[in-house]
């Protein structure tokens, strides 16, 4: 670990930013909050950023550059919408940041490090067929205990019994 932390900042002050704020807050080891990011004064996230002394800004990516912090924050996480982070990611890029896509742009290379330890260009497919599976054999999983398939269907539902089927009651009759 090195000695300082990374800097970094959330776009995006509704359920998914703030969740990401408190993991980092929490559990990091190698980023530090710099900023929160909204367009809602009154959003909780940013009232809940403010108690934990962390810098916001309501004006959205226009206020996160403004901000004294902003030199410092290395990555930001982009937790808006699709269309808004097309806009941010150019800003933010031009700037040297490292941007983090949280939305369904699908902008840029697609990292799921657990999987594939590194980003896949931008242009391969994105369907989870494509991404890589390990072997039932692995060394993980050496011979005699490979797991069985991971069943993708869900379970039969309940089979509900119809009033048509049911004897008269005498109040029907």
């Known amino acids: 670990m090195s000695a300082t932390r990374v800097k970094c900042a959330i776009i995006g002050s509704g359920n998914i930013g703030s969740d990401l704020m408190i993991k980092v807050m929490r559990t ?7 900023a929160m990011i909204g367009i809602d004064p009154a959003s909780d996230g940013l009232a809940r950023a403010a108690r934990l002394g962390v810098p916001v800004s309501h ?36 700037d040297g940041k490292k941007v983090i896509d ?26 989870a067929s494509s991404m890589p599976r390990s072997s039932p054999r692995s060394p993980r999983n050496p011979p005699g205990r490979a797991r069985a398939p991971i069943s993708t269907s869900s379970p039969r539902p309940r089979r509900r019994r119809s009033r048509s089927s049911a004897a008269p009651s005498a109040a029907r009759r």
């Open 59 to 94: 004006e959205g990516i226009d206020g996160l550059r403004r901000m004294p912090e902003y030199k410092d924050i290395r990555v930001v996480f982009d937790a808006t919408s699709a269309k808004a982070h097309v806009h941010n990611d150019a800003l933010l890029r031009a």
């Open 28 to 34: 990091s080891k190698n980023l530090a909050m710099g």
């Open 102 to 127: 949280l939305t369904p742009a699908a902008v840029g290379p697609f990292t799921i490090p657990v999987i594939n330890g590194e980003a896949t260009p931008s242009s391969a497919p994105r369907s």
